[in-house]
């Protein structure tokens, strides 16, 4: 931990240590047991994550009218990169860029494409696996029997998340080239497995994958993925929620627990990413059309399991013509002091990777 994070991390531990897990507050559920985070923890984590400062598009749109999606941040040798996705109407396919700044980057090529009579023919959207997840930590990712490791959101229809899509798995030896990774040959886990749950018997979408060290879940592999079930709200319209997967190996994944562990049971919650401040596990999440548009939100943990949900303002919302319609899809990371909020804005430049951060770092808002 680095020292400009000392005295908050001593308020954490000595303030409350090791208590439990933490169940959602009002809005947000988790399948019971554990003890919340404490609210002055919450507003501690808050102060500590927001990025008020929105520096603007940092990934735009390539030509043709192709759109840019979810990007993950990790670095390694000394350089960032960033796997992101394109959409070109057609499908997904999942690309690389590296920067020296975090600000200015460059792109690498594809590293996930499109494929004939496959599973995941039109559908590769790829997440890098085993990033460390420590604030303000190393940021890189780990090798696991001498392979890196992604997770997928897969399938074979046409068209914006067609279709009833899994979660696959990849591998590949080196992550900083734009080499085709390879692809275990079935999804992981899909919406017509036996043991599919209520939540996550329609489709099945982004995944995160995270290395459990201290086993908290009693596995070494968790994953954190969105899902919908065929059962509506009260409306009858599908909503997406937050569930859990772990594993031994990464390459068997079992569903943990009966129930979401984030939902609103309307709209969407989606596209977890974890980060370690002190005790505290973060989820940064975002929510969508339980309230007007798309907006990033967090929830605490002390377990991996059981998540007190944040009920303050938004972490990022539409407030700029580039994230006007959507502000979305998070990747936060704490660098050299400053915390860069990386995510998904959809505006007057179309769908593009944008970035908010803690410092005043000046604007960008054009492409």
Partial sequence: MK??????????????????????????????????????????IFEEIKTPYKYGVVVPQPDNGRMVDSPTVFRKGGIWYMTYIIFDGKGYETWLSKSDNLLQWT??????????NTWDATQKAGYVALIDTEWGGSYEPEKFGNNYWLSYLGGSEKGYE???????????????????????????????DKDARWYDDQTIYKSLIIRDTARKTGYPFVMYYNAKGEKGDDKGNGFESIAMAVSDDMTHWKRAGDKPLITRNTGICGDAQIAKIGDVYVMFYFGAFWKPGAFERF??????????????????????????????????????????????????NGRVIALATSKDLGTKNKP
């Fill in 299 to 348: 929830a605490c943990s002390y377990d991996l399991q059981n998540w007190t949900d944040w009920t303050g303002e938004d972490l990022i919302s539409p407030t700029e013509p580039f994230d006007k319609t959507y502000a979305h899809k998070p990747w936060v990371i704490k660098w050299n002091g400053v915390v860069y909020h990386f995510y998904n804005a959809v505006g007057e």
């Fill in 107 to 116: 792109s690498l090529g594809r590293i996930m494409s499109f494929t004939d």
């Fill in 162 to 192: 067609a279709g009833r899509l899994g979660i696959g798995i990849a591998t590949t030896p080196n992550l900083t080239k734009s080499n085709e990774v390879s692809r275990l040959p079935k999804p992981v886990l899909s919406a017509t």
């Fill in 3 to 44: 020292k400009v994070l000392i005295g908050f991390v001593l308020f954490l531990t000595a303030g409350f240590g090791w208590v439990g897990g933490a169940v959602a507050q009002s809005g947000g559920s988790h399948s019971g047991g554990g003890t919340k985070v404490p609210q002055q923890v919450m507003q501690h």
